[in-house]
């Protein structure tokens, strides 16, 4: 022990007690080596094994490095995480943003960005009811789960007023073209329906 502090026993330096990690099994509750020596011992493990090991990276108080998009963002571009050893998530707001949509999509209809963006291409990049408004969400059959389409939120939140029903859409389209079925008074208390 040298001021409060100990002697690596890999680069031989005597730093602070903070320069090492904790070892509840030594008498002095310390690492025998600092957190450098055994980050760079772990480094050469790891390489030597074959796997792929990042690079530490330096950050600013207050910051934190997403591995998703390689930025170091301010700790308010990240959601909490109270079993996460800094309190943060692992991704950034914005990557888990897109990560959460990306899930989104493959376990509500089984498909990925890519293939939702392929759809949206073959519908010309409009939504395939009122070929207008661009395409948002993503269209499917209640009963078997088939994708149909990628609709606008209008035409989308239409079908499913209709609950899916083509008799019912069917009915309404006859009704916004005039011709509704409406029953004719034919005598006093006898309703014929239009044909």
């Known amino acids: 022990m040298h001021d409060g502090g100990r002697k690596c026993s890999a680069c031989q330096r005597f730093l602070p007690a903070s320069a090492f990690a904790d070892n509840r099994s030594r008498p002095d509750g310390l690492q025998t080596n600092c957190r450098e020596c055994a980050a760079e011992y772990y480094r050469r493990r ?3 094994r074959g796997r792929t090991v ?5 950050v600013p108080e207050g910051y934190k ?3 998703a998009c390689g930025e170091v963002k301010p700790h308010t571009e990240w959601h909490r995480n109270a ?3 800094d309190g943060l998530s692992t991704r950034c707001k914005a990557c888990r943003a897109v990560r959460s949509r990306e899930d989104h999509l493959k376990r509500q209809y089984g498909i990925t960005e890519a293939e939702r963006d392929e759809l949206i291409v073959s519908q010309g990049g ?5 070929l207008a408004a661009p395409p948002a ?9 088939r994708v149909r389409g990628v609709l606008c939120f209008s035409c989308n939140a239409a079908l499913g007023q209709f609950k899916d029903q083509p008799e019912a859409i069917r009915r309404a389209a006859a009704y916004v073209e005039g011709n509704a079925w409406k029953p004719i008074l034919v005598a006093p208390g006898v309703y014929q329906l239009p044909s």
């Open 65 to 67: 490095l997403c591995r």
């Open 54 to 58: 990042r690079e530490k990276v330096d």
């Open 83 to 85: 079993t996460a050893s």
């Open 46 to 48: 790891q390489q030597a």
């Open 126 to 130: 409009v939504c395939c009811i009122c």
């Open 137 to 145: 969400h993503v269209d499917h059959c209640h009963n078997t789960g």
